[in-house]
């Protein structure tokens, strides 16, 4: 499944981030309540998802991780080898830009090749 999913425990902020995002990205998004890994080239958690995530993270670069500035969570996100973590007091626009620059990394918003051209 190509898409991001949302694991986000505060719904209403997780449905504003799925309005926003589904305008922005080129790929579907969807709210989940158990982040796979697998089935996404992108995952957006709070750190009550982020805590459940199977450690070691065998693709850290697909987490987004929107947490509270404290030290623990922090270490945690680092020692996981999370690239994109963000306060969980930024404005929506802040989560979105490290979304898409996650779905960047790894190659999720890349537009699809044109079918190939048969010459004349």
């Known amino acids: 499944m190509n898409c991001i999913q949302l694991a986000l425990s505060d719904t209403a902020k997780a449905d504003a981030l799925r309005g926003v995002l589904a305008r922005s990205a080129p790929i579907e ?3 989940v309540k158990v982040p796979e ?7 957006v958690v709070d750190q009550d998802h982020f805590d459940s995530l199977p450690m070691p993270l065998a693709t850290p670069e ?9 030290p623990g969570s922090l270490k945690s996100a680092w020692d996981a080898g999370v690239v994109s ?3 969980d007091q930024d404005p929506l626009n802040t989560a ?3 979304i898409l620059a996650a779905c960047l990394r790894t190659g999720a918003a890349r537009p699809k090749e044109d079918a190939p051209k048969v010459p004349n």
């Open 85 to 87: 973590v963000i306060s």
């Open 62 to 70: 697909k987490v987004v991780l929107i947490s509270s500035n404290d």
């Open 96 to 98: 979105v830009l490290a």
């Open 29 to 31: 998004v969807v709210c």
């Open 37 to 43: 890994l697998d089935r996404a080239c992108v995952v």
